[in-house]
């Protein structure tokens, strides 16, 4: 598993880490995705910072694929922003991942049998307004035998972006 470090130059961290940040958006009943910088999957502030700037009246959704290890949605708020990572677990070695948990105030149990397995934490509601409940993102985000990518393809499709994800994720 690649670990990162935040001490590392812009260039080095762009290319350490596979995997991308997409921000699907929503304007006048349509859905469009652009991608994000590589920064954006290794720093949290930067990821929120994109979606900010993109400004729209509509939804404002970032998807990362971190590593091919895990997501991160993330879904700008009037008070702030709406997080999930899809394995907190992951914040044992991602910065990103642990972003996140700092956020949400959660800290992972000091007992390192209870992190043997992995578990989706945040605002698992995050996406329930635009067609995906709580409860069948947690049931996505626990199909450990899926691929992040595969994952957020399946967020994709049942919220309406797909084939606007999948273009911008194929032509990298």
Sequence with gaps: MAVQSIEAPAGVRDEALPGYAVAAIREDGRWRCVRLTAEALVDLDTAITELR?????????????????????????????????????????????????????????????????????????ILADLGLPADELEVLANEFELWPDEQLAAIGRRCGFAAELAEVVDAR
């Excluded at 914040?91 to 956020?103: I, N």
């Design 53 to 125: 700037e993109l400004r729209s009246q509509g939804a404002v959704l970032g998807l990362l694929d971190v590593d091919d290890e895990f997501f991160v949605l993330l879904r700008p708020t009037p008070g702030g922003v709406a997080l999930m990572v899809s394995d907190a677990v992951a914040a044992l070695d991602y910065d990103v991942a642990a972003d996140v948990l700092d956020l949400l105030r959660i800290d992972l149990p000091a007992d390192e049998d209870a992190l043997d397995e992995p578990w989706p934490e945040g605002d698992l509601a």
